[in-house]
């Protein structure tokens, strides 16, 4: 059972990278069509992906819970 439940933390995981990703790859396609909004994207884009960065963390503590003490 524990392992079901580590797959499903692994496939969030990879969604999170994915999502990192995106919004990197769209901050940057925005940058490159308006150099002069340069720095308010890259503000809104740093904060969005610390947030979802703390999310993967979340999901790779609670994968080391399951993993090893539970």
Do not use: Q
């Not at 340069?38 to 503000?43: F, G, I, P, S």
């Amino acid at each position: 059972m524990n392992f079901i439940g580590l797959g499903i933390a692994c496939i969030a995981m990879a969604i999170a990278a994915l999502s990192e990703g995106l919004a990197v790859s769209k901050a940057m396609e925005s940058i490159g069509r308006n150099p002069n909004s340069a720095k308010d994207v890259r503000t809104t884009m740093i904060i969005g992906v610390g947030l979802i960065e703390s999310i993967a963390i979340y999901i790779l503590v609670v994968a080391i819970l399951m993993a090893f003490v539970i």
